[in-house]
Every structure is written in C-alpha cells, then in structure tokens.
C-alpha cells in the first residue's frame, strides 16, 4: 500500500508563489504517475498537472506557464511550484498516485492553497 503525505499549502496573496510537496511511501516502486488535483467550495475535483517517473509533466491549461511539477525518485517525493497565483487558484490541493498493476488510484489527505488580496 502506498500513503501519500502534503504539505506546503498557504495563505498568499495574488502574484505570489507557493511550492507544494507530496511524500510517498509504502511500496512506492509500484508508482507509474502521480499528479495534483484541485477542488474549490461547490465544484468538482479536477486535474493540474501529472507527471511520469521518467519526468514527462501534463499541465491543465489553466495553470500551464505558471505551475510545474516535478519529481525526486530518490525521495519518493513529487513538487508542484505555483508561481503567479491567481484568486481562482484557491482550492483543496490533492496529490494521487497511480499503479502499474491497478486501476485503483491513491489520495493524499489534501493541503489548503488560498490566494486573496
């Protein structure tokens, strides 16, 4: 089984910048991607970026030039770095992980990102 810890999440203002952290552990050899999603108050939950163990990132186009995400094998530990926020930015951050050998998908508990002027 694999948990996936986050943290970093913050109070910023607009134009600010936030990097978030999503530490897995467990049998973390079995992960073929993991990502950030986002939920706001009354909507559904929805993608930000994903990103292979071999490295090759997937943006939503909402945050495209402005978020990237990476990953640290040795560390077990995917980032994603949030520059130029934007009010619309605010939202529930959840990392996830995906398997090579199931369909099934692993959640982080969520780390709160609020962008207000």
């Known amino acids: 089984q694999v948990q996936l810890v986050e943290s970093g999440g913050d109070l910023v203002q607009p134009g600010g910048s936030l990097r978030l952290t999503c530490a897995a552990s467990?049998?973390?050899?079995?992960?073929?991607?993991m990502g950030w999603y986002r939920q706001a108050p009354g909507k559904q939950r929805e993608l930000v970026a994903t990103?292979?163990?071999?490295?090759?990132?997937n943006y939503a186009d909402s945050v495209k030039g402005r978020f990237t995400i990476s990953i640290d094998n040795a560390k077990n530990t995917v980032y994603l770095q949030m520059n130029s926020l934007k009010p619309e930015d605010t939202a529930v951050y959840y990392c996830?992980?995906?398997?090579?050998?199931?369909?099934?998908?692993?959640w982080g508990q969520g780390t709160q990102v609020t962008v207000s002027s």
């Open positions: 990103i292979t163990i071999r490295g090759q990132p």
């Open positions: 996830n992980a995906q398997f090579y050998f199931t369909r099934e998908t692993t």
């Open positions: 467990g049998t973390v050899s079995s992960i073929k991607t």
